[in-house]
């Protein structure tokens, strides 16, 4: 009994080893009669691991502990019980009776089982083992750390550089504070996509934590224990009881909101101080209920004050992003539009406080509803632009309401309400029309805004021919209309007579404008009056009254012609019958028909298939409507006889497809009499006819990107391409550029017949002869295939300068363009001739004469950089700079200036620049005082230094307010020079210095196309990518538009940045409800899935996405058809090409066109 005893006593250990069973009811102890040996202790089932599971240890619910802290504790767990059973002290327990079983024989089984269990238990303790020895070499710390957190001892370094990894902070909970930390970058491309998604999810459980709960029955181990990075801190910190200590300017908050900084005494003051200076302790109910309380406030006090309204409403928005439950959040928002609604009541003509009312009750209302509330508001503000172009861009983007014509009466509408304003409010302010701020001219820019927006949907649409005859009628009604008082209704029926006479219009060969024809038109009826009174005057006295006789019965002059026999009606008709006999029997028999149609390869006998079985049909289906939308562009002109022929026609069944197609793209009065209004301020006349509409607008409502965009981002993206392959070109060139729109030789030929008009209305403007001379130099290549060194335009520039002799800008416009084709000898003699005649011009002529000079000096500088006598051509440039700030009468070069000519050259630009002070102060910013200060710069960096010519143009900026300066076009051209300045010299700049330039530049002309190039080529030269991106993520918040998106997109393609950064990028911009309604955003985002990306699955929900946000654009729909033909099946192509019929977009191509195309044997 005693060896058996003792036996049971060397086993013990080994049995408490075992873990306990999932199962009370089946202990794993040998002998299940034995009571437990301690009175106090928990019975068994008790302290089984099954129930005393930590549920805190639950990934997402307040756990921290990673997978190798678990297996730690596990370890030390078996260490402790490894402890014991070695023989280490244990209390005493007091001995109890126990009772043995009967031994039975031992069977091969439990012998089996006792080999594994200590096979098991060695394993274990050499695993114990080698774990501690690599513990105490690898993660131990270093020799030379002998102190600890909190020890007396100094250590002999301030700090160490800690070369492997220190696992004393898993054991400690902390970082030892005489270490660094060390950080490795995860690279998400090269690791598994396991790894990634368990990361992710990972993330969102840490994000999807309760903030509901009770702050104050958070235990205070989760509290306390835990990393800055853990789930229990991340629970902690996103509770809302939760307090946080803020740094805030409690005076701030009690100012009443205004333009004025409120006196106060010297005790108040002194208290604003402390309380600038202090800390806030406050948990997120209590900002809350503090910032709602202080709304309350300044609403109650301010009522009339916009900003306090838009704030509190939106701080509405902030409180429901906190809401995981909807109907908390469709709680705060009838809260925000309750507020809404109180703000519009006290200020009933404000467009914010009602556009953001009508953007609150889109989130909660239906589609329907939410319309018929924009009719409503719209009706009591009929003469807000900003509203209808909401209103309309409201009605292009929803998709279950869209159709073509819809939206026409819609612009329609809105065209008609804004004339209408115009007209009442021309007849109230007809003595300020000469005020360039008045609030009629802002109402007529406004109203050409909506109708070049209109114009654009309709090419966009694929009415491409509409869209120019809209264009062409409004040219003609507002900018060519006869000097005639006429009422609105007395001026469309004389403009109809025009429309139907079948005459050029602008744009067209032979045209002269409406005016000038109405003139000629008139003179030709009075002569033919003189004409028929003198031929009355001749016959004499009244001779008694006569029958008049038909044309037909009119005596010709042949004398055989003249005897004609009397019409029989009968022989006449049986004539008619023979015709028609002999017309029947010349029509082959029916089997000559079919035997032709069979060796056309059609055989009429088979069944028609109106099914497409091959995605092929369609691809060269969109290939062939794109290419006819590009030709089919400009309205045919139908007789003036025919026109009443053409509207009955299209009633006919019979016709010819052809002849209908050709009746289609006739533009009638009726089509444009809508969309007609006239105009009466210059500027808005030049912004209509020069399509100078918003920038931001027309950059979001475009389809492809302009040449000048385009030269920009190919230069970032060229600059981030690390393969310096001179192959590679911008991924998306071929999407961004205008290969949808033909620059051939009718478009030029267009342009150039446009702008020939234009400078009648517009003489003198430098801007439209240039783009003339361009569209010249085009049209002629065309036409004609001319060397390089003859300059195409040169035989219009000099009719136009045989026209006006003293148009100076058209001088430097005419030597710049044969100065391109590298005549530089005859540009210098048209420069030289242009400044030799500026003395005998008048006062009003001569303020131009800076730019003339400044294009000269321009002209000289880029020779010199293309060529190897540069000190030849900068003399050139110098001694013409020289001239201007002396202000000394022009000769051509003969030598080098001379030291006391420059000297008096920058003294006088020095005072003239001082003399623009006041004029600059008073926002008098003309064209010529901006080529002054540029050509003062470009003299100081050829005669001194570059940060010379740079300080000049700071000089000129602090000259003007900085809230002025984002408001004038003239100073943001002068910062265009200015950064090509910095470009030219950027490797001799510190970076602090630079980037402060471009910074701020960037803050005050954030949609500038130049602005990102600089901030782009700046920081890739003295930064890392990391920062680029902080600082577009920055861009994305504070001014999100196309532009912008567009250089983050070519810099992350160029650079290969992440997939996950560039699709990042994409719904970040889409996410924008303005930005959502940009059709190139989603050419770009369908581009970059489909070819670059390579993944159709994401392409197909792109496109499908694309065509519900704009539904409009035709352009869209057929890159669908391209890029997804080998990913949509054909049935869903015929679909696609049936909705579009339904949404009314123009078609001019029948898929059996295509197919008959293929059946036919080449």
Partial sequence: MEAERSGGEEERPESSALKPSLFPLFPLSSNPSLPDSSPSSAPQWLSNASFAFDVSSLPGRGSDRPSWEERASTDSDGEASGAAADGDPAPARPPQRSYDLVPSSPSESSSKDERRSKGKERRRRKRRKREKERSDDGASRKSEVRAWAGSDAQPSKDYYFDAHGDRDNLAFGCLYRMDIARYKIQDYGESSRTNFWALYRWRTSALNMDTEGDHDVLDNKLKSGGRYYSAKFTTLERNRAFKTTKFVNRAMSSVIPGDFVPLSDSHSSSENVLSKNGELEESWEDEVIRRTRDFNKMSRDCPHDEKVWLDFAEFQDKIASTQPQKAARMQMLEKKISILEKAVELNPNSEELLLCLLKSYQGRDSID??????????????ESCKLW?????????????????????????????????????????FASLQSGDSSLVQLELGLVD??????????????????????????????????????????????????????????????????????????????????????????????????????????????????????????????????????????????????????????????????????????????????????????????????????????????????????SRVILFEDVSDYLFSLSSKEAHLSVSTNKSSWIEKVLSLETVPNII???????????????????????????????????????????????????????????????????????????SSSCSINPSRVLAKSLLKKDRQDLLLCGVYAQSEATYGNIDMARKIFDMALLSTNALPMDLRENVPLLYLWYADMEIALSTSSSNTELFSQHAIHILSCLGANVKYTPYNCQ??????????????????????????????????????????????????????????????MVLPERRSQDLQLESLWVYYIKVLERHLKQFKFSRIWKTTLQGYQIYPYNPKSFRAMLQVNYHYSVSSKVRHLFDECCQRYPSVIMFLFALSFEIGGAGSEHRIHSLFEKALANDKLQKSVLLWRCYLEYEANISHNPSAARRIFFRAIHACPWSKRLWLDGFQKLSSILSAKELSDLQEVMRDKELNLRTDIYEILLQDEVPA
């Fill in 369 to 382: 509803t939410s319309i018929e509330k924009w009719e409503r508001i719209l009706i009591r503000h009929s």
């Fill in 389 to 429: 172009k909401e209103f309309l861009l409201v009605c292009q983007g929803d998709f279950s309401r869209f159709k073509v014509s819809k939206i026409r009466r819609t612009y329609a509408h809105a065209i008609q309400a804004l004339s209408s304003a115009c007209d009442k409010q021309r007849r109230q302010e």
């Fill in 450 to 663: 909506i109708f070049v927006s209109y114009c654009r949907f309709e090419w966009q649409a694929g009415y491409q021919e509409l869209a120019t005859g809209l264009f062409q009628a409004e040219l003609e009604y507002s900018l060519f209309c006869p000097s005639l008082s006429l009422s609105s209704h007395s001026k469309q029926r004389l403009f109809d007579h025009f429309w139907k006479s079948g005459v050029a219009r602008v744009g067209e060969d032979g045209a002269l404008g409406w005016s000038s024809w109405l003139e000629k038109d008139e003179q030709n009826r009075q002569n033919t009056i003189s004409e028929d009174s003198a031929a009355e005057t001749e016959v004499g006295g009244w001779s008694g009254w006569f029958e008049l006789s038909s044309k037909q019965n009119v005596p010709s002059k042949d004398p055989e012609a003249s005897v004609e026999p009397p019409i029989d009606n009968e022989k006449t008709e049986q004539n008619l019958e023979s015709k028609e006999n002999l017309d029947t029997e010349e029509i082959p028999p029916g089997d000559d028909i079919e035997a032709l149609l069979k060796k056309l390869g059609i055989d009429i006998d088979s069944e028609p298939n109106s099914e497409v079985k091959d995605t092929e049909t369609w691809n060269k289906w969109s290939k062939e409507e794109l290419l006819r939308d590009s030709e089919q562009w400009m309205p045919i002109h139908d007789d003036s006889g025919e026109i009443g022929k053409s509207v009955s026609l299209h009633s006919d069944d019979n016709l010819d497809d052809d002849h209908n197609e050709q009746l």
């Fill in 710 to 784: 385009l030269d920009d981002l190919r230069t970032v993206f060229q600059l981030v391409n690390k393969t310096q392959d001179p192959r590679s070109h911008f991924v998306l060139e071929p999407l961004l550029s205008h290969a949808s729109i033909s620059l051939g030789t009718s478009t030029m030929k267009f342009l150039r017949n446009a702008i020939l008009l234009f400078l009648d209305i517009f003489p003198r403007n430098h801007m439209l002869e240039e783009a003339l001379l361009f569209a010249e130099c085009l049209f002629v290549s065309e036409m004609k």
């Fill in 897 to 958: 200036p001379s030291p006391l000519q420059i000297l008096r050259a920058r003294q006088g630009f020095k005072e003239q620049i001082r003399s623009l002070r006041n004029l600059w102060a008073r926002g008098s910013i003309g064209e010529h005082s901006i080529a002054f200060v540029c050509a003062a710069c470009l003299f100081e960096q050829l005669t001194n230094d570059y940060c010379t010519g740079i300080q000049v143009i700071e000089e000129a900026f602090s």
